[in-house]
């Protein structure tokens, strides 16, 4: 079995039983998706740490930019809100306390959101910024269903509501 975010091709460390019980960085920098999120954030500089768990399913991004000295925190949850309206499946995660203050990616299992987090030093404009997916879901067949809903012009959400297979 190959376990989540074990690589496109098959190699000696992407079977579940040697990933069994680890915790490893496989793309501290240089990520292939840094573009993506370059692009959708604004930030240019910006840095996509990706680290595999034992999962089957799941991915946890970190990302790690810096804003303007003008830029608060307030800032940063209107902006964060107000992607969050405009796509379906994101919801924005931060908690000041409890088990889940930041995106899970076990929450996620068998769903097609992506849970977005973040904090902010204010003393310096470190941003740092978590996204949770199960990526079977939300990184393939769930996206792929989603796009179909759009271009057949059905609800975006039809088929793909949800809610996960952990309860909180």
Not at 14 to 29: C, L, P
Not at 33 to 48: F, K, N
Not at 88 to 107: D, N, T
Request: hydrophobic share 40%; with cysteine; net charge negative.
């Amino acid at each position: 079995m190959v376990s989540s975010e074990g690589g496109a091709t098959i190699n000696p460390g992407s079977h579940h039983a040697e990933r069994s019980n680890v915790i490893r960085t496989y793309s501290a920098y240089g990520h292939r998706h840094t573009a993506e999120v370059i692009q959708e954030s604004g930030l240019t500089d910006i840095t996509m740490t990706m680290t595999s768990v034992d999962l089957v399913r799941g991915a946890l991004a970190t990302v790690h930019g810096t804003v303007k000295e003008s830029v608060a925190l307030k800032d940063l949850w209107k902006a964060y809100r107000s992607v969050a309206a405009e796509n379906p499946f994101l919801r924005v995660v931060k908690e000041r306390r409890g088990v889940y203050r930041v995106p899970e990616p076990k929450i996620l299992a068998g769903t097609n959101y992506a849970d977005l987090g973040f904090d902010l030093n204010p003393e310096n404009g470190h941003i740092v910024s978590i996204c949770a997916i199960d990526n079977l879901m939300k990184g393939a067949s769930g996206s792929a269903v989603q796009s179909m809903n759009l271009m057949l012009g059905f609800e975006e959400t039809l088929g793909l509501e949800f809610m996960g297979l952990h309860p909180i």
